[in-house]
C-alpha cells in the first residue's frame, strides 16, 4: 500500500530524528560515559555520531528500494505478506514498549523533581491524555509539535551554560588520560544513545523531498552528536571526575540547582521543559507502534484500540511499581534489541532485494 498525499518537510524529517535520539539519553550519558573512560569519553560520541550516520544512511538505501510503500507493506514486499506482517507486529511492538518505558523514566522525573507525593498510576494518566490528540493524529500533527517544541530544548540545554561559572576546566585535562583503548570501549555506549534511527523505516516514504534524505539524517546525526558533546562537556567540567560517578542524572541535577537573583524556583520551570522535551521520543514512538499494529490487524476503530493499550499501560503502572533500577534494566533489554534492529535488519533486507532482483530477471 501506497502512502497517502500527506508530506513532512525535510526540516520535520531531520527533527524528529533528532528528537527521537536525544530524549532521555541526555540526562545520564555523562555518568555512563564517565563510568566506562572517565572525562575522556567525550570522545567516544563523535565515532559513536559517525557510526550512527553511517547506519542512517544504509537504512536510507535500502528504503529507496520501495520509497513510497508504507511500513507494513515495505516488509510484505520483500518477506511476504505473512512474514512481514509478523515483521511489522514485532517492530511495533518494540516501539510501544520502548516508549512506554521512556515515559515511566518521564514520570519518575516528575516525581522526583515535582510532584514526589503523586501516585505513579496518577502520572501516567496525567501524561496519556494530553498525548491522545497526538497519538490519533496523522504525521503531520506528530511533526508539527517536534518542531515547535525544538526551540524549547535549545532553551533548556543553554540555561546549562550558566553552570559554567563553577566550571574547572582541569577536570578534563589531560585529553586522553588513560589511552585510546578506554575510550574506544566507550563507544558501544554512545551508539546506544543514538537509537532511534530506526525510525528512518516509517519516515522516509513521508518525506516530501525524498532525495534530501541522505544530507537529512547527516544533519540530524549531527545535531544529535553536538548536543550530546555539549551536554558532557559542561558536565565533565562542572563535576569533578569522581563526582559525577554518584550523580544518576547529572544534567537534571545540575539544571535543579540553577538559581537567579530574582527569580524564584526557576528549577521547576526547566526540569518541567526538560521533561516535556522528553515527550518529543515517547510520544513518536507510540505513534509509530499504533500505526502498526492498527495495519497489522487492519483495525477499523483506531481510537478504541489506542484507549485500549492506553489502559494496557496503566494497569501494567499499576501492578508493577517502576523504580529507576527495574526502569534502566527495562531500557538496557530493549536498547539492545534496537542495536540487533540497526545493525542486521539493512543487511537482512539488501540480501532480499538482491535474491529477489536476481530471480525475477530468470
Given amino acids: 500500500m501506497h502512502v497517502s498525499k500527506i508530506r513532512i518537510s525535510w526540516l520535520q524529517f531531520i527533527l524528529m530524528i533528532n528528537s527521537i535520539q536525544v530524549g532521555v539519553s541526555t540526562v545520564s550519558l555523562p555518568r ?3 563510568e566506562k573512560a572517565g572525562t575522556s569519553s567525550w570522545i567516544a560520541i563523535i565515532f559513536g555520531g559517525i557510526l550512527s550516520t553511517i547506519g542512517s544512511v544504509l537504512i536510507v538505501k535500502v528504503r529507496e528500494y520501495a520509497p513510497f510503500e508504507t511500513f507494513p507493506s515495505f516488509f510484505n514486499s520483500f518477506f511476504g505478506k505473512v512474514i512481514g506482517k509478523l515483521f511489522t507486529l514485532l517492530f511495533s511492538i518494540y516501539y510501544l514498549v520502548f516508549g512506554y518505558l521512556i515515559l ?5 522525573y516528575v516525581k522526583t523533581y515535582l510532584l514526589q507525593q503523586t501516585g505513579i498510576t496518577i502520572l501516567v494518566i496525567l501524561l496519556l491524555i494530553p498525548a491522545l490528540q497526538l497519538a490519533i493524529g496523522d504525521i503531520r500533527l506528530l511533526a508539527k509539535y517536534v518542531e515547535f517544541l525544538f526551540p524549547m530544548t535549545l532553551f533548556t540545554y543553554s540555561m546549562l551554560l550558566f553552570t559554567l561559572k563553577d566550571s574547572n576546566i582541569h577536570y578534563i585535562l589531560p585529553i586522553i588520560k588513560d589511552g585510546w583503548l578506554p575510550i574506544f ?6 551508539v546506544f544513545s543514538f537509537l532511534g534511527i530506526e525510525i528512518i523505516y516509517f519516515l522516509y516514504p513521508y518525506l516530501e523531498k525524498k532525495e ?26 562542572v563535576y569533578s571526575p569522581d563526582e559525577i560517578l554518584y550523580i544518576f542524572d547529572p544534567v537534571l541535577a545540575i539544571l535543579n540547582v540553577l538559581e537567579f537573583q530574582y527569580v524564584e524556583r526557576l528549577d521547576v520551570v526547566i526540569i518541567a521543559f526538560a521533561i516535556i522535551n522528553i515527550s518529543t521520543t515517547w510520544i513518536p514512538f507510540f505513534w509509530f507502534g499504533l500505526q502498526g499494529v492498527s495495519e497489522v490487524f ?24 517502576p523504580t529507576f533500577t527495574n526502569n534502566q534494566v527495562g531500557i538496557k533489554y530493549i536498547s539492545n534489541i534496537g542495536m540487533y534492529i540497526i545493525i542486521s535488519l539493512p543487511i537482512v533486507l539488501w ?4 535474491l529477489k532482483s536476481k530471480f525475477l530477471l530468470r
Fill in 351 to 354: 540480501i532480499c532485494h538482491k
Fill in 298 to 321: 487492519q483495525v477499523k476503530k483506531f481510537i478504541f484500540m489506542v484507549l485500549s493499550i492506553y489502559l494496557l499501560f496503566i494497569i501494567v503502572s499499576n501492578f508493577f511499581t
Fill in 212 to 237: 534530501k534524505a541522505i544530507s537529512g539524517v547527516i544533519i540530524a546525526n549531527l545535531l544529535t552528536t553536538c548536543m550530546y558533546l555539549f551536554v558532557t562537556f559542561i558536565c565533565f567540567v
Fill in 104 to 108: 515511566i523514566r518521564a514520570i519518575l
Fill in 185 to 190: 570501549k566507550a563507544i558501544p555506549l554512545t
Fill in 32 to 34: 555512563v560515559l564517565a
